[in-house]
């Protein structure tokens, strides 16, 4: 049994992601839905503090189950579908290869007479960001074009979902900065504390309706009611994290509803709208859009881990950030198993003198870096089986590699 479990320590050491021999399989024959709303009637799920099990899905009912997480036990990792000897292409290098030119093209786009706004709408456009969600889209893009006609073409419309997805999560960080007060963002000081907040929530409207206006040019109706789902759901995440739930059971499903509507809505909804526009076929919709919810939702766990496992200078923004604006986010929440006293913190938002401190050596005393972690796996896991339903190419084998790379990034 412990040679089935994620095994922390090597995780840090950027081990391989395969699953042990005899591994648990994420899904269950007929299984449908969001991963944290299966578990619902899964009678199986225990809790030795409170119900996460409505939260999760029963494809790992015991992954609240704390005392079933090794800490001591040799690594044998995680859980992909990746076998041994299997190499795939760096889906980084293979996706750059139709993004040359994106930030330009982005300020192409911007195309703003005023000099300070357009400073400040060009400012994160850089291209010293990461740049992964553009990545999965073009990914996404080639891999459907290849399973409906074996064409190797990508069309215009479709890189251009790449610009608009990396547009409008610009503008939902230049917002988030603001509403956060926060001072750093990629290693560099905030458009906020530049610009100042009201200029900064201009520049953010300014790249929204930048990226509405490319989306319109396309004019695919179902496209442009995917992103607008998109920026509903940013509005409501943004709402739930504003909130909290008093009730210890809701807590854990209230925050994966807001870690989907906040990160992963955006990335699932990118990967459907570059197949809807490649592919006629339904079904290869809902394979895109279940591997960006899944792999959105993992890339936003981890995010979470290293905001307690990373220094302020890998992150390029300060470290125990979420407990500083009395987020309680996944490794807090599975720390409360082991410290009930956690609880008490939580619902006053870590806003008494000291509490950031102590939530914060609460959480690396406990199993919550290691059970968070878990989670991302798992999802990273049933990203992974979801692609793996599209025919065999460079590019969806790089979507599966990128899987991995969710899991071993330090930044």
């Known amino acids: 049994m412990a040679t089935r479990w994620w095994c922390w320590w090597c995780w840090r050491r950027g081990c391989s992601w395969r699953p042990a021999a005899g591994s648990p399989r994420p899904e269950r024959p007929g299984c449908a839905g969001p991963l944290w709303t299966r578990a619902a009637s899964d009678t199986r799920a225990q809790m030795p503090y409170f119900s996460l099990g409505k939260t999760l899905t029963p494809a790992f009912p015991n992954v609240h189950r704390i005392s079933q997480f090794p800490q001591r036990t040799p690594a044998v990792c995680c859980c992909s579908q990746i076998q041994s000897g299997e190499k795939y ?72 979902i790449a610009l608009i997805t990396e547009m409008i999560h610009t503008a939902s960080l230049v917002h988030d900065d603001v509403i956060d007060d926060a001072s750093s963002r990629r290693g560099k000081h905030t458009v906020n504390k530049i610009w100042g907040e009201k200029k900064a929530v201009l520049a953010g409207d300014l790249i929204l309706s930048t990226a509405s206006l490319a989306l319109a040019r396309i004019g695919n109706t179902a496209v442009i009611s995917l992103f607008s789902q998109v920026i509903e759901d940013l509005v409501r995440g943004e709402f739930l994290q504003l909130g909290s739930k008093e009730n210890e059971n809701e807590r854990f499903a209230h925050y994966l509803e807001k870690t989907f509507k906040k990160t992963a809505s955006l990335i699932a909804n990118s990967c459907k709208a570059v197949s809807v526009l490649g592919c006629p076929d339904p079904v290869v919709h809902e394979i895109a859009y279940q591997y960006g919810k899944n792999v959105g939702i993992a890339f936003q766990l981890i995010d979470d881990v290293l905001d307690f496992t990373s220094c302020s200078h890998q992150m390029g923004k300060p470290t125990s950030a979420d407990l500083k604006l009395g987020l309680a986010t996944g490794p807090v929440l599975f720390a409360c198993q082991q410290f009930p006293e956690m609880n ?31 989670l991302a796996q798992r999802y990273c896991h049933e990203a992974v089986r979801e692609i793996r339903k599209l025919r065999p190419s460079t590019e969806r084998d790089a979507l599966i590699q990128l899987s991995e790379s969710v899991l071993t990034r330090d930044k």
């Open 344 to 374: 008490a913190m939580i619902m006053r938002r870590f806003s008494v003198p000291g509490d950031v401190d102590r939530a914060r050596q609460y959480v690396l005393q406990s199993d919550g870096v290691q059970q968070t972690t878990y």
């Open 89 to 160: 292409a760096d889906p980084f290098k293979l996706g750059w290869r139709d993004l040359k030119g994106l930030y330009e093209d982005i300020r192409k786009e911007l195309c703003i007479s005023t000099k300070e706004l357009k400073d400040m709408s060009e400012y994160y456009f850089d291209g010293k960001g990461k740049a992964f969600r553009p990545i999965v889209v073009v990914l996404m893009a080639r891999a459907c074009n290849i399973h409906y006609n074996n064409s190797r073409d990508m069309q215009a419309s479709q890189r251009s």
